[in-house]
């Protein structure tokens, strides 16, 4: 063992070890700073020093992101005035559908209220985050320190901290895998002789491909964002999103073989071929800042760590690395912010000790934290009849159509889109839209289109002059 502090076993106990700087990272050191004496976050990038840039170990910062209310309020009450900070950078938080064209699959929302969202660079979302966080001395970070084991104690029942790439040891009481999607931890936890997580997965092969845009100047624009929506029957769509600075990100998305190219010349194409010509219309005119960039592997994967009877003590994971989600729907960065507030929850009033030796009740109670948007993910990915995964049993069936007619709904009655949009953001529990008022409102039969197709803009937008 070396000499560093780090690594004299009287000083483990109190350090925790968060692998990964992303998002549910960066959160959950925020709050394991509050118990532990030191958190170290392990980074395998190099991380910008000098404002919002890209980096290789987050590659989906290059689409579409946006963060859901609830997220924004649990990051806000986690970070004071992290809100601020981000407004002041260029992001803008929305009113959503309101301030939006959105076509749903089932047809345009009308200008009602929903739920407010907060849309703007994902690089900017971790600079400002990451600098809080670090604005506490209890939390360092080693950046350019890729992590790549678990070290064991000598009961083996226990994990007593990690080693970075070279073999250095690194010794903690607590060690956190928040290493996104290309997590480890399985391989290293049966390198120790600890059994795997379960896995269960949903892919519906969605494809992305964004591309940066200077928004054309137009003082009569009545909207702020768009989001052509796919369906099952035309599973291609598009999403537009201001990023400050008068730029635009549009992501283009589609199922299999539907997915969209990288190519600058099929770009315009392809955004050509969506359910309503809004946004070809929109950037058709556009300079474009960049070439498009592709993101696939946006597959739904659960790794059942809560579910696991065997595992050691002192190791939880979190964020991406424990569940990720399909994209689209927009709620990862969101559930690591849940994540973190229910770990604060779970480890408040406790000793590192205690929380080292509670890793299993703890990482169910984060687990949990994922539940509704995964139910919501994998029950709408559903729908792809091309999505691999366990099909879907009879109360999934039910809730899809129950959702279909709630969408209907919600595209033009401000009661219901606000209901909708709350559970959609995260701020309200799914049984918010199966009380009796609600349920009577969504099954009366006027609602239901009497045709598939949509109307190219909606009523309240009429078309561009050259559209
Ligand atoms: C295309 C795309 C679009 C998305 N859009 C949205 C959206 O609109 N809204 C939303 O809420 N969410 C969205 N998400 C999800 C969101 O990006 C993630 O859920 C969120 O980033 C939380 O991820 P994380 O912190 O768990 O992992 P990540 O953000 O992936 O961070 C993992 C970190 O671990 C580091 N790392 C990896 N391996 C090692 C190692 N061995 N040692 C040390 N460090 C390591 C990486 O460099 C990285 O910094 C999107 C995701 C994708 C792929």
Known sequence: MDDTPDNH??????????????????????VLAERFARVTV??????????????????QSRHAHVLWSRGVDVMERLLPGLTAALREGGSA???????????????????????PVLVGSR?????????????????????????????????GRSVTG?????GEPLAAGLVVDATGRTSKAPTWLAALGHPVPAVTRYDSHLGYSSRLYAAPPDPGR????????????????GVLVPQG????????????????????????????SLRSPALHDAIRGATPLSDPTGFRGTANERRHYERMDRRPDGFLVLGDAACRFNPVYGHGMTVAALTAQALQGAIAGLTPAQVRAATHRIQRATADEASVAWQIATSEDLRYPQTEGPPPDRATRVLQRYMSRVMVGANADPALSSRFFGVLSLSTPPNALLGPATM?????KWRLPTSPATPAYPPHHPPPPAA
């Open 9 to 30: 076993p009287e000083a483990r106990d109190d350090h925790a070890v968060v692998l990964g700087a992303g998002l549910a990272g960066l959160l959950a050191a925020r």
């Open 42 to 59: 392990v980074e395998r990038d190099e991380l910008p020093r000098d404002g919002p840039a890209f980096r290789p170990g987050v590659p």
């Open 93 to 115: 938080l929305l009113e959503s559908p309101r301030d939006f064209l959105w076509l749903s699959p089932a047809d345009w929302f009308r200008s009602v209220p929903g739920a």
């Open 123 to 155: 690089e900017l979302i971790d600079w400002c985050v990451r600098r809080a966080v670090l604005g506490d001395p209890r939390i360092r970070i080693l950046d350019g320190r890729p992590a790549d084991g678990l070290l064991a104690g000598p009961d």
């Open 162 to 166: 990690v080693t970075l790439r070279g």
């Open 222 to 237: 009545r909207w702020h964002g768009m989001y052509v929506q796919g369906r099952p029957d035309s599973p291609r769509g």
């Open 245 to 272: 600075g008068d730029r635009w990100l549009v992501t283009l998305i589609g199922n299999g073989e539907h997915a969209p190219s990288t190519k600058g010349e099929e770009f315009l194409d392809f955004a050509g």
């Open 440 to 444: 009577v409102r969504v099954l009366s």
